[in-house]
């Protein structure tokens, strides 16, 4: 039988258009249990490469006959060979190009609605990683926020829409994975922002964001205005995109709210969270559509792949906007902490500009689920 090679591409279509798919990941059991990659229809058998070294006949009965079936393994080899041994056998499988590594860097473009005047807003979806990053288009001129690390993917997406990137922001100084910001800034010329109060040990050259800042994006001039939004970490910005879209960074998501700690003070800044979502966000149109940064489980995905809800809907039915005994508040955020994002003081020296890692060992740090959410 053929062995086929799929591309982590081909795989997030199968996330996006709710396809069904069998899974055998050949990782072990404990980075399984830890990450994998997660789909709507998507079944799974977890057995590790050492154990099938003499043969696959003991899973065959395990593997379906009337689905696709995907071998997995951290970076392809393993997979390659398992999937050539399931082909052996009669079975038609395929294997995942670059494994779990390439899933982990994979970004899917996904357009979320259109601004005024001709002017478009996209979500760049890392399905692997459940990072969000966003790019605002308007004639002539784009600006990204909360761009990941992959520069290309951004730049090509803005020659492909003949827009050149005036503007970079990010929302805070990230702590779960490495920010692009300032390298596509330098690439492009753009001006790049980040809020000073997160920007005290940074050792490079930046733009201050600031509270009540706007800027207007290109000839349709389109508003991104800065909202301070402190919690998850001091510095917090959120931001007002053409009076329609509330990209919240790491403070609100849809299924959870951000977690205070990743700097050591959660219980200093808890109280920053509560006045964020519990006052600051009040006063906002509940029409705004919320666009975060991160989502953290499959159901948190649109039909169309985006990850955003209405406001008001979130006041509803987010539990983490529904507490209202502050002291029951603070008891939940810092007690139900998940553990703290892999290498997550190593991503932050990244952001700082304080070290700079090569490729490789930047993907080892970025390797496994986001944390930032409270459970």
């Known amino acids: 039988m053929t062995v086929n090679k799929w591309t982590a591409a081909d795989v997030a279509r199968k996330v996006i258009d709710n396809k069904e798919l069998f899974i055998l990941d050949v990782r072990n059991a404990d980075a399984f249990e830890d990450w994998k990659i997660d789909g709507h229809q998507f079944d799974y058998l977890n057995v590790p490469y050492f154990d099938l070294l003499d043969g696959v006949e003991e899973i065959l009965l395990k593997i379906p006959t009337n689905k696709e079936v995907l071998v997995v393994c951290a970076k392809e080899g393993s997979s390659i060979m398992i999937a050539e041994m399931l082909s052996d056998a009669g079975r038609e499988v395929a294997y995942l190009a670059g494994g779990m590594k390439s899933w ?11 601004l ?10 890392r399905l692997g990683k459940g990072c969000l990053s966003y790019m605002v288009i308007s004639k002539g001129e784009a600006a990204l926020i909360d761009a990941v690390r992959f520069t290309e993917v951004f ?4 020659e492909e829409k003949n827009v050149k990137i005036t503007h970079v922001f990010d929302t805070h100084l990230h702590a779960d994975h490495i920010s692009g910001g300032r390298h596509i800034a330098a690439a492009t010329g ?17 733009t201050k964001l600031e509270d009540g800042l706007t800027v207007q994006i290109g000839a349709s001039k389109i508003d991104v205005g800065a909202l301070y939004s402190p919690g998850h970490t001091i510095g917090s910005t959120s931001f007002i995109v053409d009076h329609k879209y509330l990209l919240t ?8 709210i951000g977690r205070p700690d990743l700097a050591g003070l959660a219980e200093d800044w808890v109280g920053d969270l509560r006045e964020t979502l519990y006052t600051r966000y009040r006063t906002l149109a509940e029409d705004l559509i919320v ?6 489980i499959i159901e948190e995905l649109n039909e169309d792949g985006t990850v955003s809800k209405r406001l008001g809907d979130l006041f509803a039915e987010n539990h983490g906007l529904n507490v209202e005994d502050e002291a029951k508040f603070r008891s939940m955020v810092t007690d139900n902490l998940p553990p703290q994002p892999n290498a997550y003081q190593e991503i932050r020296h990244v952001n700082m500009g304080k070290i700079t890692p090569s490729d490789e060992e930047q993907t080892e740090m970025e390797i496994g689920p986001n944390r930032c959410a409270v459970r």
């Open 104 to 114: 982990s860097m994979y970004l899917e473009p996904i357009k979320v609605g259109d």
């Open 116 to 125: 005024h005047n001709g002017g478009e807003l996209y979500q760049f979806v």
């Open 155 to 158: 730049t090509k997406f803005a």
């Open 190 to 206: 753009a001006t790049y922002y980040l809020p000073e109060k997160d920007a005290e040990e940074v050792v490079f050259d930046y």
């Open 249 to 256: 960074g790491d403070i609100l998501f849809i299924d959870s």
């Open 291 to 296: 666009l975060p940064a991160h989502f953290m």
